[in-house]
């Protein structure tokens, strides 16, 4: 921090032990230091201390909750490797299922198209022999897409 002082000084005679005086308290002022300290008490330090052991301690039993911690026999601490097991598990059957999705997708268009080349085929076989008609060419289409839908 700064600190900016105004003083109030004469040059005449009879206010010289005052001009004095205001000088030697401004030099006073200027020196002084300034520290920044923290102001707490032990009382709050010790409570901060234990606010932060609560909440390390919930994440603590959280883990041993969710199985990722165990105690074997002996008392002794470690990371349970069900756990990750489980983690990578778990991300290989999101992959799959990403991979089923995207099959799905590919099979149902494979099946619109199967549709489409059967409608058109069948219509040409009826435009062959004269018969075209486009209300038969969509009944056609519709009893196709129906027996590929229930494939």
């Known amino acids: 921090s700064q600190t900016l002082m105004i003083a109030c000084v004469s040059p005449s005679d009879r ?36 606010r932060n052991e609560i909440t390390r301690l919930q994440m603590e039993l959280m883990e041993y909750k969710t199985g990722k911690r165990i105690i074997d026999e002996e008392g002794v601490e470690s990371i349970n490797d069900m756990f990750h097991e489980n983690a990578m598990l778990q991300t290989e059957n999101n992959n799959l299922r990403v991979r089923i999705k995207a099959m799905q997708e ?14 058109d085929q069948a219509n040409q076989v009826l435009a062959r022999a004269g018969e075209g008609n486009e209300e038969i060419s969509n009944m056609i289409h519709n009893y196709i897409k129906e027996i590929e839908d229930l494939r």
Do not use: C
Request: net charge positive.
């Open 15 to 50: 206010d010289f032990m005052e001009t004095l005086n205001t000088l030697k308290y401004a030099n006073r002022a200027r020196n002084i230091k300034n520290k920044v300290m923290v102001n707490q008490d032990r009382a709050s330090q010790q409570i901060n201390a234990l």
């Open 106 to 119: 590919t099979v149902d268009a494979l099946r619109a198209r199967i549709t489409q080349l059967m409608s």
